[in-house]
C-alpha cells in the first residue's frame, strides 16, 4: 500500500516537520487551543464515593481511580471524547495526548491538560500531538524516563496548520488507518495469549500425565494432578529435595575472595523459569555464611518472600551457571534429591504455581509475602522413573521452544506494525503523503488507495 505525494513542497522552518506542502503554514500550538491543568487534588480529599479522578496513570485504561465526594468547578470536568495531554509522566506510555473513551462525568487532576476553545479539527489536533509529542519530550525535563513540560513550553511548539476541510481528510484517513493496524495488532496479542496458554497447558499435561497416550492410569488422589500413569509414584514434593537452605544477604562488596554474585528475585526470569545473571549483585559473604548457600549448576531458586496480590509468592526456577553464587534473604536455595532431574522439577514446580498450589502455604496475603516452606513442600507432585523425567524435560525443552518462537514471531509483528503506524501517521500530518483524495474502502477486502509516494 502506497499514498501519493503533494504536487510541491517549501521549508517548514522546524525541524520535526521538514518540508511541507507549499499551501500549508504553521502556528505555535498555543493559537490553536487552551490547555487547561487539573485540580490539585490531595490524598486527604480522596473517597470511596464520589466522581472518579482522571490521574495519570488511568490515561492508559487503569481502572483504579480514587474519587471526590464533592464538587469541583466545570473546568475540571472531562466528559467522553475529551482530548487530554498528559504533561508529566512516563515515555511512550502517560505522555502525550490521549481521547478520554470512558462515559460518565470525571474530575481532572493535576498533571493533566485539558484541551478546550479549538480553532482546528479536535480529531486533526489529536494526531498532530501524537506526532510531534516524540519532538516534546526530547525537550521536556525528567529524569529515568518521567519527563514533564511546561504550558508555556508546550504551547511554543510549532504546529502544521492546513484548510479545515484537509484536516478532517487528514483525520479520517489517520482514524480509519490506524483502527485497521491495531486490529492486526490486538489480532497477534490474543495469538500470543493463546499461546502462552497452549505452552502452560503442554507443560502441565506433560508433567501430570506424561508422554505416553496409551500407558494405563490410576487416580492419584490429588486434585491438581488427577490421573497419573499407573507406574508413577505420587508422593510430597519434599521427598525430591535433598536439600533447602534459605539465603543470606551479606555485606557490601570489599573486593577480596569473599565476593560472590548475590541471586534475587529480580534475577528470576519467570518466563523461561531460570535464573538469569546477566547483571549479577556483588555481596560480600563469609564462609559460615556460605555454607549450604553456594548454589550449583542444576539447583532450584525458590522465592520464599515477595509476591503480591497478582503475583503470589512461591516461584522457583533453575541455576544453569557456571559461576558460583549464592541466594538472597529472599530466596532459597533447592537441591534435588538422587534421581530426580532439574529441568523436570523446574517443569512441575512451574505447574504448581500455574494453579497457585502454593496459595494455602502463604501466610501473608497483603504487602510482603512468606511462603510457609513446610506446608509447599508437603503438597504432593508426580514422580515418574528418572528416564521419564529427562525425557519430559526434554520433550517441554523443545515444545516450550518452539511456541516461544511463535511468540516472538508474533512480537516481532506487532514491533513492525507499531512502526507502521508512526510512520503513517508522521507522514500524514507533516504532508508527505497526499490523502486529500482517499477514502475509506467499501470492505475490508476492497483495494485502498494506490499510488506513487512517499510510504509504502
Known sequence: MSFPAYP???????????????????????????????????????SDEGVPIVRIENLNESDSFNRYNGEVHQRYHVRQGDLLFGWSG????????????????????????????????????????????????????????M???????????????????????????????TARIDALIEEQQRLIEL???????????????????????????????GEVPEHWVVDRIKWSISLCKNGVWGDDPQGNANDFPCVRVADFNRYRMRVALDDPTIRNVSASERAGRVLQRGDLVLEKSGGGEKQPVGFVVLYEDQRDAVCSNFTARIALGEGMVPSFW???????????LNVPSIKQTSGIQNLDQNSYFDERAAFPPPEEQRAIADFLDEETDRIDKLIREALGSID??????????????????????WTPPASSTEPEHEGEGAVT
Not at 506510555?93 to 478520554?100: E, K, L, M, Q, V
Not at 508555556?152 to 478532517?168: F, R, W, Y
Not at 517443569?347 to 500455574?354: D, E, F, L, T
Open 8 to 46: 510541491e513542497y517549501k521549508d517548514s522552518g522546524v525541524a520535526w516537520l521538514g518540508e511541507v506542502p507549499v499551501h500549508w503554514s504553521r502556528k505555535p500550538l498555543k493559537f490553536l487551543t487552551n490547555f487547561v491543568n487539573g485540580a490539585a487534588f490531595r490524598p486527604e480529599d480522596w
Open 90 to 145: 512516563n515515555k511512550g506510555t502517560s505522555f502525550g495526548p490521549f481521547i478520554w473513551r470512558r462515559s460518565g462525568l470525571h474530575y481532572l487532576n493535576q498533571h493533566i491538560f485539558r484541551l478546550t476553545d479549538f480553532s482546528v479539527d479536535r480529531d486533526w489536533l489529536y494526531w498532530a500531538l501524537r506526532s510531534v509529542t516524540e519532538t516534546i519530550e526530547d525537550e521536556a525535563h525528567g529524569i529515568i524516563g
Open 147 to 177: 519527563v514533564h513540560v511546561t504550558k508555556g513550553k508546550l504551547g511554543s511548539i510549532q504546529i502544521p496548520v492546513m484548510g479545515l476541510e484537509e484536516q478532517k481528510k487528514i483525520a479520517n484517513f489517520l482514524n480509519h488507518q
Open 195 to 225: 499461546l502462552k496458554e497452549k505452552r502452560q497447558a503442554v507443560i502441565s499435561h506433560a508433567v501430570t500425565k506424561g508422554l505416553d497416550p496409551e500407558v494405563p492410569m490410576k487416580d492419584s488422589g490429588v486434585e491438581w494432578l
Open 346 to 356: 523446574r517443569y512441575v514446580h512451574g505447574a504448581a504455581y500455574s494453579i497457585r
Open 416 to 437: 513492525l506494525l507499531k512502526e507502521r503506524r508512526s510512520a503513517l501517521i508522521s507522514a500524514a500530518v507533516t504532508g508527505k503523503i497526499d490523502v486529500r483524495d
